[in-house]
């Protein structure tokens, strides 16, 4: 994030992006007007490979009423679908705002979201709410 940060301080017109390509959609929403470039389109994430936007889509319509948190490592399209996107370092502040009566979906960060408040790993029995749907879609290629 910090990297796609940087990017909106710069003068230049284009911005080659050499990393993952949720990242360069990153660097593009915070930088409309300038062209960004990624060299290798199979740069990927396994985290942002594993939510598709369709099939994120479809869960949040089946399950409406939660509060989509998105961790940042994905793309665009997810993204555009979340409430609120954080990052590692602030996902437990944003998960503690939010009113505890409300379901929360984190996504697509299994591991980070099992330790967030409500998630399995936290263990605290004042935790009064529950990360449901910790979604993670597989892709099999054949």
């Avoid at 992006?17 to 593009?28: I, N, Q």
């Avoid at 300038?34 to 369709?54: F, Q, R, T, W, Y």
């Avoid at 998630?119 to 597989?138: A, D, K, M, N, Q």
Wanted: proline share 6%; net charge positive.
């Amino acid at each position: 994030m910090e990297l796609a940060r940087k990017a909106k301080n710069t003068d230049a017109d284009i911005i080659v992006f050499c990393g993952v390509h949720f990242m360069a959609e990153t660097a593009k929403i915070l930088n409309p007007d300038k062209l960004v470039l990624v060299p290798d389109m199979l740069a990927g994430c396994s985290l942002a490979e594993s939510c598709p936007a369709a099939e994120f889509k479809a869960f949040r319509d089946a399950h409406p009423g939660m509060v989509a948190v998105t961790y940042i490592n994905c793309t665009a399209e997810v993204k555009a679908l979340s409430d609120i996107i954080c990052t590692s370092s602030n996902a437990e502040k944003i998960i503690r705002q939010i009113p505890v009566e409300k379901k929360i979906l984190f996504s697509p960060d299994k591991n980070l979201g099992r330790y967030l408040p409500g998630g399995e790993s936290f263990g605290s029995p004042r935790v009064h709410r529950t990360l449901v749907g910790i979604i993670r879609f597989y892709r099999f290629y054949q």
